[in-house]
C-alpha cells in the first residue's frame, strides 16, 4: 500500500522521457507463496532522447533487495528504498541483473504478484510490476520479456506467461520450469504469469493468413463446463477484428485465465488475458443474459486491446484513453454487429440504448461532481483512481464522433493510418486525432477540446418554421450549464459537435432534407450537421409542412439536448421516429419529466397524479407487436432513482424512490391486463438459447412481471413468479423471479414464499460463487420498507459465513450493491448507510486501496443533496479522511471535501 501524508500530484505538462531505456528483460521466478525470489537481468541503455542522468531510478514497492550485479559483477552502489532502487554510476550500456524478494500470499491488494485460491497469478497495471521487480515501470519503456517459471510441480502443474512456450520440464526435487517469450515489445504493465491446478477449453483456429493459433480458456477444474461460450466470444472476436479493421491475432497461442480474486473486469496481458471469473464462467443455469452479453464484450474488449493498447501503446498514462476509449468503441461496435449485422438498426439500436443509458447515468454524474475530468486528464495523485467512465464511456463517445463524421470508411481509412505510422510505439491521444484527420484530409484542432474539457456539453435548440417561405431553421447553442468546479476551470471554447437531424412531417414520415445552399435535397432523412460555433443556425429549404425536429440522432455526441417538446410530441416520436434510438429517447423524456414533477411534489408532500395520456403513451408500447420486444423492454423501464435524483436541483433519494414507485404502481395496476397478456405471449419454452431474439422475450416478459408485483394486490404475480422460480431452466428467469418475490414481499415486510425462494436459491448455488454473489446482491438491492430496513438485512449478511470481505466480487455484491445501487435505502435519513459505508471504506482500505477507492466514490456528490442528507454524508467522508492512509482513497476524499 502506498502509504504518503502529502500525495504528489503527477502532471501531464512534467512529462519527460525516460533518461534510459530497457531493450529486453530475463526474468527467472522461483514461486513460493510466501517468499518468492525473482532475478531480473535487463539490457539497459541511455536514452539519446533524453538529457543525460546521474542515477538510474528504478521503481520498486513491497520488495526485499537482494543483490544487484553489472555485466556480470556484484555492483555496491545499489540502494533500494521505499519506492524503488537508485543506482549510481552507471555504464551507459549495460546488462543489469537484479535479485529481489516478493511475498504473494500476504498481498491482499490484489495487484503485483498475488495468490487466489492457491494459484499464482499477476496484475500489473498500471503500476503493479514494481511491486514484481525494479523496473522502469512506466509505458514508454517497451522491451521484449523472456520469461522462466519454476515451482512445485505437484502445487502448480502449469506455469504459464505472455507469448509463446520455449520449453519446459522437471526439475529436481518435485520442482519443475517453463520457459515463455514473447516476441514483441511490450511495456511492462502487460506483463503476467500465472501458476497453478487449472484446465482449458482449448481450440485450434486458422487465421485470415491461413495461420493454425492455439485458443485456450483456462479455469479451475470444476469451472470447465462454463467455459463454452468465452471460447466462441473469442473465436468471433478474432473473426470481427480482421473483418471489420483488417488486424489479425500476432502469435501462436492466444490465452485466457480467469480468477475469482480480481480488482476489475479483465486485464489485456500480451497472448495471456487475465479474467475476473465474472466475464469467463457462464452456462445457462448459473449466467444470466446479461451476464452472457457482459461476457462477449468482455472477451471482445480484451482481445482488441492486442492492437488498441498492446501493439500501440499509451506514451504515458495520461493517455490512458487513447488505449481505452478506442477499445471500448471497438468492443461497443463488436457487440452491435454481433446483434444486428451491420444493417439491423433497430437490432444494433438496442446496444446503443443500453450503452448510452450507462454514460448517462455514470459518465454524467462524474462530470458533475469532484471528480470531473477530461478524458484525457492534466493531473493525478493515482492512476487507478483514473479507470473512470470518462476516460472510458466518454473516450468512446469521442472516437465515435469520428466515425460519424467519416463514415466507416473514413474511420477505417483513419485506423489504417494509425497503425501504419504507430505500430509498436507508445504514443498520444494527438496521434490518434493527427491520423485520423490526415487519413481524411481535414483539420481536427478544434476537436482537440474534446479531450481537454471536462464537463458535459449542453446544446439548447430553437426552431422557426417560415410558412411563407418553406424554411426550416434549428438554431444550436452550445455551453456547459453550471458546470463543477472542477470541470469549470478546463473550458476553453466550443467545441466541433456532429449533431444528427432529421425532420418529421404530420404523417410520421422523415422529410427530404436540402440545406440553405446545396442544389438538391439528399437522398439520406437524417443529417449530420457540423456544429462548431458557440451559437449557429442551420436553415433547411424546400420544407412543405412544420415539421417536428428528431434531435441528436442515435446520440451523435455526448451532450444534454434542450428542446422544450411539448408531451404531444413526445408521444408522437416515441410512436413514429425512424430513428430506433430517439423513439425510446422520447420515451425517456417523457417519463423523465412526469417524474421529476412527481419527485418535487413528493418532496413538499403534495399528493401525486399521472396524466392518463402518460399512461396510454405507454400502453401503446406495450401493445405494439411491430416493435422488437427487446426495444419494448427498454422503453418501458423507467430512468433509475440514481439517474433522477442526479436531475434535481437538490438530490432527493427519498422523493425519487416514492414518485418511481408512484408510477411504477399506476402503470401496473391500469395496465395489468396487457402486462399479464405479455407475460403470457413472452414465454420462452424448451432449451435455454442464448440469442439476442430469446433473450429478448425473457427481457420484456421479466419486465412484465416486476411491474405485476407492483399490483396493489400481488398475489397473482406471487404465484406467477414462484411457479417461474421452480420451473426456471435459466439463471434470466430465475433471478428474476426471485427479485419479483422479494419487492411484491417489501410492502409486507417479507413473506414466506420469499424467503422460501430464498433459502432454496442459496441451497441449490451453495458451490456457484458467482451465482451466490448474485444472492447477495440481490438482497441488498431489494426495495426493503420501515418495518425492515434493508441496512439490517445487509449487516446481518456481513456475518453469513460466505461473506468475504477480502474477495473483490464478494464486496461489490454486497456491500457497493446497497451503497451504489439502492439510493432510497441507502440515502436513510438517520445516517446509518452512511455510517455503514465508512466503516466499510475504512476496512478495505486497510485490505485493497483501489477497491476501497471505488467504494470512497459513492458519496462524492454529497454536495448535490438536500441539507439533512449533506451533513451526514459530509460528516462520513471526514471521518473516513480521518482513518485511511491509501493515497488511492485519501486522493477522493479529499477531492470529495475540498
Ligand atoms: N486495462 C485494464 C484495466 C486496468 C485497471 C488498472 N487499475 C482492463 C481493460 O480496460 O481492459
Ligand atoms: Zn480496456
Known amino acids: 500500500m502506498a502509504d504518503t501524508a502529502t500525495p504528489n500530484v503527477i502532471r501531464r505538462a512534467d512529462y519527460a522521457p525516460p533518461a534510459f531505456l530497457i531493450d529486453t528483460v530475463a526474468l527467472e521466478f522461483d514461486l513460493v507463496p510466501e517468499r518468492t525470489v525473482v532475478r531480473n537481468t535487463m539490457r539497459v541503455r541511455r536514452n539519446p532522447d533524453a538529457s543525460r542522468a546521474a542515477h538510474l531510478e528504478l521503481m520498486g514497492e513491497q520488495l526485499e533487495f537482494v543483490g544487484a550485479q553489472i555485466d556480470g559483477l556484484p555492483f555496491a552502489n545499489a540502494h533500494a528504498h521505499e519506492h524503488g532502487l537508485l543506482l549510481d554510476n552507471v555504464p551507459d550500456n549495460f546488462e543489469l541483473t537484479l535479485t529481489s524478494v516478493c511475498n504473494p500470499a500476504a498481498n491482499t491488494t490484489l495487484s503485483g504478484l498475488y495468490v487466489s485460491g492457491g494459484n499464482f497469478f ?7 510490476f514494481r511491486r514484481i521487480t525494479y523496473f522502469l515501470d512506466r509505458p514508454d519503456v517497451m522491451a521484449t520479456f523472456t520469461v522462466t517459471l519454476r515451482a512445485s510441480k505437484a502445487d502448480y502443474p502449469v ?125 445457462p443455469e448459473t449466467a444470466t443474459d446479461t451476464d452472457f452479453a457482459n461476457i462477449e464484450a468482455v472477451v471482445g474488449h480484451e482481445y482488441f486491446h492486442n492492437w488498441t493498447g498492446n501493439r500501440v ?57 469532484p471528480m470531473a475530468h477530461p478524458v484525457r486528464p492534466e493531473s493525478y495523485v493515482e492512476i487507478n483512481n483514473f479507470y473512470t467512465m470518462t476516460v472510458y464511456e466518454k473516450g468512446s463517445e469521442v472516437v465515435r464522433m469520428y466515425q460519424t463524421l467519416f463514415g466507416r470508411d473514413g474511420f477505417r481509412k483513419g485506423m489504417d493510418l494509425y497503425f501504419k505510422r504507430h505500430d509498436g510505439q507508445a504514443v498520444t491521444c494527438d496521434d490518434f486525432r493527427h491520423a485520423l484527420a490526415d487519413a481524411n484530409g481535414r483539420d481536427l484542432a478544434q476537436f482537440e477540446r474534446w479531450y481537454s474539457q471536462a464537463g458535459t456539453p449542453r446544446v439548447s435548440v430553437r426552431t422557426r418554421y417560415d410558412a411563407a417561405q418553406q424554411r426550416y431553421s434549428v438554431t444550436l447553442r452550445q455551453g456547459y450549464g453550471d458546470a463543477a468546479p472542477a470541470a469549470r476551470e478546463t473550458q476553453k471554447g466550443p467545441l466541433l459537435i456532429p449533431f444528427a437531424i432529421g425532420l418529421i412531417g404530420k404523417d410520421g414520415n422523415d422529410l427530404p432534407l436540402r440545406l440553405e445552399g446545396e442544389t438538391k435535397a439528399s437522398a439520406v432523412t437524417t443529417r449530420v450537421l457540423e456544429f462548431t460555433q458557440t451559437e449557429q443556425t442551420f436553415t433547411f429549404v424546400d420544407v412543405a409542412e412544420e415539421p417536428l425536429p428528431s434531435l441528436l440522432r442515435n446520440f451523435s455526441a455526448p451532450v444534454i439536448v ?92 427519498a422523493a425519487v424512490h416514492a414518485a418511481r414507485q408512484f408510477v411504477r404502481k399506476r402503470l401496473a395496476n391500469a395496465l395489468r391486463h396487457e402486462w399479464l397478456n405479455v407475460y403470457e405471449q413472452h414465454r420462452t419454452p424448451g432449451a435455454y438459447e442464448a440469442t439476442p431474439e430469446a433473450g429478448g422475450h425473457r427481457a420484456l416478459k ?197
Not at 423513439?583 to 414533477?597: D, F, I, S
Request: proline share 3%; charged share 25%; aromatic share 8%.
Open 313 to 369: 501503446t499509451c506514451r504515458d498514462w495520461f493517455q490512458l484513453s487513447l488505449k481505452e476509449g478506442l477499445t471500448v468503441f471497438r468492443d461497443q461496435e463488436f457487440s452491435a454487429d454481433m446483434a444486428g449485422g451491420a444493417t439491423d438498426e433497430a437490432a444494433r439500436a438496442t446496444k446503443r440504448i443500453e450503452d448510452v443509458r450507462v454514460l448517462r447515468q455514470m459518465q454524467f454524474a462524474e462530470d458533475a461532481g
Open 562 to 653: 434542450e428542446y422544450d417538446y411539448s408531451a404531444d410530441q413526445l408521444a408522437f416520436l416515441l410512436a413514429h421516429d425512424s430513428d430506433p434510438f430517439n423513439r425510446w429517447e422520447a420515451g425517456q423524456r417523457l417519463a423523465t419529466r412526469e417524474l421529476m414533477t412527481l419527485a418535487g411534489r413528493a418532496a413538499t408532500g403534495v399528493a401525486l397524479q399521472l396524466d392518463d395520456s402518460v399512461v396510454a403513451a405507454f400502453a401503446r408500447v406495450l401493445t405494439d407487436e411491430t416493435l422488437s420486444p427487446a426495444f419494448r423492454e427498454l422503453a418501458l423501464m423507467l430512468p433509475s432513482e440514481a439517474y433522477l435524483a442526479e436531475q434535481m436541483a437538490e438530490s432527493n433519494p
Open 122 to 128: 499477476t496484475q500489473c497495471e498500471a503500476e503493479g
Open 159 to 283: 506455469l504459464l506467461s505472455n507469448g509463446n512456450l520455449l520449453e519446459e520440464g522437471d526439475l529436481p526435487d518435485g520442482r519443475h520450469f517453463a520457459r515463455w517469450e514473447d516476441p514483441f515489445r511490450k511495456p511492462s504493465y502487460l506483463f503476467a504469469l500465472v501458476a497453478g491446478k487449472l484446465v482449458a477449453l482449448e481450440e485450434r483456429v486458422k487465421s485470415g493468413s491461413g495461420k493454425e493459433k492455439l485458443l485456450q480458456v483456462w479455469v479451475e477444474p470444476h469451472d470447465l463446463d462454463k467455459t463454452r461460450h468465452a471460447m466462441d466470444s473469442l473465436i468471433h472476436s478474432i473473426r470481427w477484428d480482421e473483418e471489420r479493421f483488417g488486424l489479425e491475432l500476432d502469435l501462436d497461442r492466444f490465452m485466457i485465465v480467469a480468477v475469482s480474486d480480481f480488482n476489475m473486469g479483465a486485464m489485456e496481458n500480451k497472448g495471456l488475458n487475465i479474467f475476473n471469473t465474472k466475464y469467463v464462467l457462464a452456462n
Open 702 to 898: 421479466n419486465l412484465a412481471l416486476s411491474y405485476l408485483a407492483e399490483l396493489d394486490d400481488p398475489a397473482e404475480a406471487v404465484r406467477l413468479a414462484s411457479a417461474q422460480y421452480d420451473a426456471a431452466n435459466n439463471m434470466t428467469d430465475r433471478a428474476a423471479a426471485l427479485s419479483a418475490l422479494l419487492n411484491a414481499a417489501a410492502a409486507n415486510g417479507g413473506s414466506a414464499e420469499a424467503q422460501q425462494a430464498l433459502d432454496d436459491f442459496y441451497r441449490r448455488f451453495e458451490k456457484e460463487p458467482l451465482v451466490i454473489d448474485k444472492w447477495f446482491a440481490l438482497q441488498a438491492t431489494q426495495r426493503g420498507s420501515a418495518q425492515r430496513p434493508v441496512i439490517d438485512i445487509v449487516r446481518k449478511l456481513m456475518t453469513h459465513p460466505a461473506f468475504n470481505l477480502k474477495n473483490p466480487n464478494r464486496a461489490r455484491s454486497l456491500i457497493f450493491s446497497f451503497c451504489a445501487a439502492n439510493p432510497a435505502q441507502f440515502h436513510a435519513e438517520d445516517g446509518a448507510g452512511y455510517a455503514f459505508w465508512a466503516d466499510q471504506v475504512i476496512a478495505l482500505d486497510a485490505i485493497n486501496p483501489q477497491v476501497a477507492a471505488r467504494l470512497a466514490r459513492s458519496l462524492e456528490l454529497w454536495r448535490r443533496f438536500t441539507p439533512t442528507l449533506r451533513e451526514g454524508m459530509r460528516a462520513a467522508l471526514e471521518k473516513v479522511a480521518s482513518r485511511v492512509k491509501s493515497r488511492d482513497v485519501r486522493e477522493i476524499v479529499e477531492k470529495a471535501l475540498a
